[in-house]
């Protein structure tokens, strides 16, 4: 299975848990991947982290005024733009903003490849300085 469609995978069983508050245990399917696991179990025990990210990068937003779908798009890159790094940045936010593309409104991918763009940026000048 391509790591596109598991990344998928993970943002559904995520935003059916946010718009149904049912454990994320019953919404991945037990056949899912260990990439797909690792992605809905790291961004639901980091969402208050991701969450964060979003708020402070999403000028005049907060986190809950954003659609639940590009939400979760938002937070299955950021994991793996910070706890990835076998992922290249550039790769977690293409699949993000391909994603918001074939699911979201037409504002979305803008929307989100601002917010994405601007972690990276922090992240890579974090790293320059260490």
């Not at 979003?54 to 733009?81: K, Q, S």
């Amino acid at each position: 299975m391509r790591r596109t469609d598991q990344r998928r995978a993970a943002v559904v069983a995520l935003y059916q848990r946010d718009v149904t508050s049912r454990p994320l245990s019953e919404l991945v399917p037990r056949t899912a991947t260990a990439f797909t696991r690792e992605l809905a179990e790291g961004v639901d025990e980091r969402r208050e982290e991701l969450d964060g990210l979003i708020e402070r990068h999403a000028v005049g937003w907060t986190v809950d005024r954003i659609a639940p779908l590009e939400r979760n798009i938002l937070r299955v890159a950021l994991y793996e733009l910070i706890h990835r790094p076998d992922v290249p940045a550039e790769v977690a936010i293409d699949e993000a903003i391909e994603q918001a593309k074939e699911l979201c409104g037409a504002e979305a991918p803008g929307f989100l490849n601002g917010i994405l763009g601007a972690v990276a940026r922090e992240l890579a000048e974090e790293e320059a300085r260490r």
